[in-house]
């Protein structure tokens, strides 16, 4: 298989769906569990770029939609994504169109990267937590969007931040393999 063909990127966007289930197991119960997810998918897109980074990404959403148990716990469904915390979920493709985006900024001036990870996950907090109050208004339980900060990025912020620099090592490590 040549290493550019399109059998190869379907491969490597499985392969990157795959270590975002595996990183999503990887949990501790919480309000919004903590797992490693945002660490797979910081990898994904520096791994594969941003634009098969995020089809891997929309994959692994994909697959959870239609019940593969790939999402914290185990679980999958669409029962999942339409939950409180299922924006966080689809918010991980805003983090993988906004690297996308800055790809050439970064492709000229590589330190930049860092600022495209944070404005993704910045994207994905706040889509999450927007889904989050507005699907628990919905059920009847009014949660005002600064404690729903509080309580769903808050707690997140420092072990993201180290989530996205272990990423970037990785994922520096895995490019280097990959030449």
Request: hydrophobic share 55%; charged share 10%; glycine share 12%.
């Amino acid at each position: 298989m040549k290493k550019n063909s399109p059998a190869m990127r379907a491969v490597m966007i499985a392969l990157m769906a795959v270590i975002i289930t595996l990183c999503s197991w990887l949990t501790i119960p919480y309000v919004v569990p903590f797992t490693m997810q945002t660490f797979a998918v910081f990898c994904a897109v520096m791994i594969l770029g941003g634009r098969l980074g995020t089809a891997s990404i929309g994959l692994y959403i994909l697959l959870g939609i239609v019940g593969v148990p790939v999402f914290s716990g185990f679980s999958g469904g669409v029962g999942h994504i339409v939950g409180p915390t299922g924006g966080y979920i689809v918010g991980f493709l805003f983090t993988g169109l906004i690297y996308m985006l800055g790809e050439p900024v970064i492709a000229k001036k590589p330190r930049l990267r860092i600022v495209f990870l944070i404005a993704g996950l910045l994207a994905c907090y706040l889509v999450g937590t927007v889904w989050f109050v507005i699907v628990l208004g919905a059920r009847g339980t009014q949660y005002g969007f600064f404690a729903a900060l509080a309580t769903c990025v808050v707690p997140y912020i420092l072990p993201d931040a180290a989530k996205m620099l272990l990423a970037m090592y990785v994922s520096s490590q895995v490019k280097k393999l990959l030449r």
